[in-house]
Nanobody
Framework: QLQASGGGSVQAGGSLRLSCAAS????????MGWFRQAPGKKREFVAA????????YYASSVKGRFTFSRDSAKNTVHLQMNSLKPEDTAVYYC?????????????????WGQGTLVTVSS
């Protein structure tokens, strides 16, 4: 089970930190991902992390602004979002992939958390 939290409303240029707590199984051999979906748009990839070695992969639209990290002791991953833009406004979803590969296609993810809304105003 995945529980996402940390969404909210900020002004452009601000920061938010999303968290995704994993429970019910061991995710240490998984890859984790964040996706987002804006109203009227398709769900899009944001970032992925290999839980085992911490390697990451980012969408070009967020690279350099977002940082994906994991806290193995707490079975939680975090997405630090800086320099937020209005176009970052979306519902953000965390997901887990049983294969430790950093996929950007949501079809490869096996478990999904509920979304958390991020709103960035100009």
């Amino acid at each position: 089970q995945l529980q996402a939290s940390g969404g909210g409303s900020v002004q452009a240029g601000g920061s938010l930190r999303l968290s995704c707590a994993a429970s019910g199984r061991t995710f240490s051999s998984y890859a984790m991902g964040w996706f987002r979906q804006a109203p009227g748009k398709k769900r899009e990839f944001v970032a992925a992390i290999n839980w085992s070695d911490g390697s990451t992969y980012y969408a070009s639209s967020v690279k350099g602004r977002f940082t994906f990290s994991r806290d193995s002791a707490k079975n939680t991953v975090h997405l630090q979002m800086n320099s937020l833009k209005p176009e970052d406004t979306a519902v953000y979803y965390c997901a887990a992939n049983r294969r430790p590969s950093l996929y950007s296609d949501p079809v490869y993810y096996d478990y999904w958390g509920q979304g958390t809304l991020v709103t960035v105003s100009s």
